[in-house]
């Protein structure tokens, strides 16, 4: 099983380095930026809609991102493929599917 765990380690380092470079890309840097608007008001809310996408959706990939981190951390503690709640193993489907689940399916 170690090969698997080493399999999935690197899928999951991968990951981290996608999600991690988009949040970064959608939050310059983690920070939002302020947005300089013109006279415009219709171009003003066309803008304040576009940043509140890219704000939620930098949301969603950093809780993704979280979600691969406690993985790997699973991962190094031994705990991977076990659910976080009841501790039973997590379907090895599912973990395939999904490489940072922490729960199994009747706790997801």
């Given at each position: 099983?170690?090969g698997?765990?080493?399999?999935?380690?690197?899928?999951?380092?991968?990951e981290r380095?996608q999600?991690a470079r988009?949040?970064?890309?959608?939050?310059?840097g983690?920070?939002?930026d302020?947005?300089?608007?013109?006279?415009?008001?219709?171009d003003?809310?066309?803008?304040?809609?576009e940043?509140?996408?890219?704000?939620?959706?930098?949301?969603?990939l950093?809780n993704?991102l979280?979600?691969?981190?406690?993985?790997?951390?699973?991962?190094d503690d031994?705990t991977?493929g076990?659910c976080?709640i009841?501790?039973?193993?997590?379907?090895p489907?599912r973990?395939?599917?999904?490489p940072?689940?922490?729960?199994?399916?009747?706790?997801?």
């Amino acid at each position: 099983m170690t090969g698997t765990h080493d399999d999935t380690r690197a899928t999951l380092e991968q990951e981290r380095t996608q999600l991690a470079r988009r949040v970064d890309e959608l939050t310059a840097g983690g920070q939002v930026d302020d947005l300089e608007f013109d006279a415009d008001f219709a171009d003003r809310g066309q803008v304040a809609g576009e940043q509140g996408e890219n704000l939620t959706l930098a949301d969603s990939l950093q809780n993704q991102l979280n979600l691969v981190e406690k993985a790997l951390t699973r991962i190094d503690d031994g705990t991977y493929g076990t659910c976080e709640i009841c501790g039973k193993d997590i379907n090895p489907e599912r973990l395939e599917a999904m490489p940072a689940a922490g729960l199994c399916i009747d706790h997801a």
